[in-house]
């Protein structure tokens, strides 16, 4: 037994009886697997981790309004705090922790050196309402985000503000809806084509702004089936939203066809960029047609994602649509100084409005800004070409095991998508397969969407990962689908085992959702 | 009984006099899972067959719900809303969503019966 040490004791965790089996500790912890209560469960009553004098007495005009009881926020000391949140976030996986499979997120590298100038004084302690003179050097950034943005996609106007990638969304689709506005159509073109294979929140874009969705379906190969497109052609047609690739992880070949098509009837082109990653550098929206898409700078441009975020979503433009664009906008002023245009008004009176408070998510225009400029046209190229490569090597290694919805027909993007076939009579499912790869140490990959295959697994591996990880990666997944047909299923319906938690009960999460803490 | 009539979006109706009673079928609970979320149409909207109508909510996916047939909402079953998980336990019963009052009498006999439903099921299992 080599996996005893001198003294007679396991040294590897398989060695020692399972964790199941295993004694219970007194503390309730296992090793590093610190059980944590809630933070309202350590309150102490007046106790603070800091020491603030009491204000004094000030007239207020709230009257009734006032608060006339405690916010309740528990009590605790700081060492309390930090090793409390130092704690959760332990249990947490992180794209620094691992591979973050999941696709159509794009969950990528976030290089460090975005964070570095991100935290330039001069940039992390501006405020928002600084005279212009002050901040020339921050309006240089958008301005040069700008011009990147306009040159990676092909497209003379942008709009830096939206917050996210679905509030660019409804950036780009309030434009479309005030060109249709200002051309008198707007009460006769209402509907809006959206492939079945879409991101959800394109219809929910679309049907926020007052339109009506109408769905197209998918050929054999996952993509828009053109016959069903052209069909749903006319002049109640506001616009399509299309994204390329799409979430089947295929290009859309046809896509100038669909976009000369849709022109000709009238309509406006939205794309859908949370897949731009895949192109970058190597296709230009502007020569596909597109009127109007959004770049998720926490995909593409290697921003964080979501609570590490915040998200930033900026929308371009085509020549149609660029007068609608929101404010506000950034423009040169004759003696070289910039500021921006804050008012519908001049040169902006067609804008539609303004999407956010003040100028959009300024610390995330540095990191994508540093990206860029650290990757050059070249690097960012690359960028395209190697997330490409990843996951068309997943999929090589992948496809002898796993079921291809539409066959093997023809190298993927940069995320490919697996259905459930290839679980079929094991016992196993989809969400099975997804916990038992939580006791493997990697994040589950994206499941049931797109919702068009049965049991969906849409795997995106992103450029940042090694090829080690990546066989790391396969290697586990090809012995978890092995396993499933030899009928381990215990190893599936059983999983995670060694998660802090064990299997949460989603649906009663969904039914009877617990959202505040009360006091037991 | 077994005069229900489906869909290929996998509704039901079952037709007595002029008013269907529609839900979704036990394949389409059964591929959906837990049902954690109904909406139902208003009473009093007039729909098209087709329409989109209602929308029911899984752990896995939220579905639309399109009318069958042509008519008149007339009738929603509230307790679905109250608890969803009727539509697990008995999609073709007590799970039932809506009441639609005909405008044509003759639509529903365009849809699929049971046996033709089965094997457009099995044909999508394959």
């Not at chain 2, 077994?2 to 869909?7: M, S, V």
């Not at chain 2, 399109?66 to 008519?71: E, K, R």
């Amino acid at each position: 037994m080599s996996a005893m040490n001198t003294q007679g004791r396991p040294t590897r965790p398989d060695a020692v009886v399972s964790a199941d089996s295993a004694p219970a500790t007194f503390s309730g912890n296992r090793a590093l697997h610190l059980e944590e209560k809630l933070i309202f469960e350590k309150d102490s009553a007046g106790r603070s981790g800091v020491d603030l004098p009491e204000p004094p007495p000030v007239a207020n005009r709230l009257g009734g309004l006032a608060r006339g009881e405690a916010v309740g926020l528990p009590g605790l000391s700081e060492p309390q705090v930090v090793r409390h949140y130092t704690r959760l976030s332990q249990k947490n996986y992180a794209i620094d922790a691992g591979l973050f499979p999941l696709g159509s997120c794009t969950m990528k590298h976030n290089p460090r050196l975005n964070e570095r100038m991100a935290r330039l004084p001069g940039f992390a302690d501006l405020h928002p309402m600084q005279p212009e003179s002050t901040i020339q050097g921050a309006l240089q950034v958008m301005q040069q985000l700008s011009h990147w943005i306009m040159t990676l996609t092909g497209m003379p106007a942008v709009a830096l503000s939206p917050g996210a990638g679905a509030h660019g969304e409804l950036t780009g689709m309030a434009a479309i809806r005030a060109a249709l506005e200002a051309r008198g159509e707007a009460g006769k073109r209402r509907k809006v084509l959206v492939p079945d294979s879409a991101h959800g929140t394109n219809p929910a874009t679309a049907a926020a702004l007052g339109f009506q969705v109408s769905g197209i379906a998918e050929d054999d190969t996952g993509r828009v089936d053109l016959k069903a497109f052209e069909a749903s052609l006319g002049d109640d047609v506001a616009a399509i939203m299309l994204t390329n690739p799409n979430t089947c992880g295929v290009f859309e070949y046809d896509i100038r066809r669909i976009a000369d098509a849709l022109h000709e009837a009238g309509g406006y082109f939205y794309c859908d960029g949370a897949n731009f990653n895949a192109i970058v550098g190597r296709v230009r929206p502007g020569d596909l047609g597109i009127d109007a898409m959004h770049l998720n700078l926490h995909k593409t441009f290697s921003t964080p994602h979501g609570g590490g975020g915040p998200g930033s979503g900026p929308v371009v433009y085509s020549e149609a649509l660029a007068p609608f664009a929101p404010v506000p906008r950034i423009q040169k002023n004759a003696d070289g100084s910039l500021s921006l245009v804050e008012q519908a008004a001049g040169d902006a009176a067609q804008a539609f409005g303004r999407v956010k408070g003040f100028h959009g998510q300024m610390g995330m225009f540095v990191r994508a800004l540093t990206y860029m400029l650290s990757h050059g046209s070249d690097g960012l190229r690359q960028v395209a070409e190697d997330a490409v490569l990843n996951a068309n090597y997943l999929k090589a290694r992948l496809k002898g095991e796993f079921s291809l919805p539409y066959g093997d027909t023809g190298p993927c993007m940069h995320e490919v998508l697996f259905d459930d076939t290839f679980l079929k009579g094991t016992g196993v499912s989809t969400l099975d397969f997804a916990k038992a790869m939580i006791d493997e140490g990697f994040h589950p990959m994206t499941m049931y969407f797109p919702l068009v295959v049965h049991g969906a697994m849409l795997i995106e591996p992103t450029e940042t990962e090694t090829k080690a990880a990546l066989d790391e990666f396969a290697d586990s997944l090809l012995g978890l689908a092995k396993a499933a047909k030899s009928g381990d299923t215990d190893r599936f319906t059983q999983a995670p085992r060694f998660s802090p938690r064990r299997r949460l009960d989603e649906t009663q999460a969904a039914r009877k959702p617990v959202l505040r803490w009360q006091a037991g | 009984m077994a005069n229900e009539r489906y869909t290929e979006d996998h509704e039901w109706v079952r037709i007595s006099g002029d008013i269907a009673t529609c839900g979704i079928s036990d394949y389409a609970q059964e591929q959906l899972g837990d049902v954690v979320y109904v909406e139902l149409p208003e009473i009093g909207r007039i729909v098209s067959a087709k329409d989109e109508i209602a929308v029911v909510e899984s752990v896995k996916a939220a579905s639309d719900i399109y009318a069958p047939v042509s008519g008149e909402v007339v009738a929603i079953n509230d307790a679905v809303e109250e608890d969803p998980e009727t539509v697990n336990r008995d999609a073709l019963g007590k799970g039932w969503l809506f009441k639609i009052k005909l405008t044509d009498a003759g639509e529903a006999d365009e849809l699929m019966d049971e046996a033709s439903y089965e094997d457009f099921v099995q044909g999508l299992d394959e």
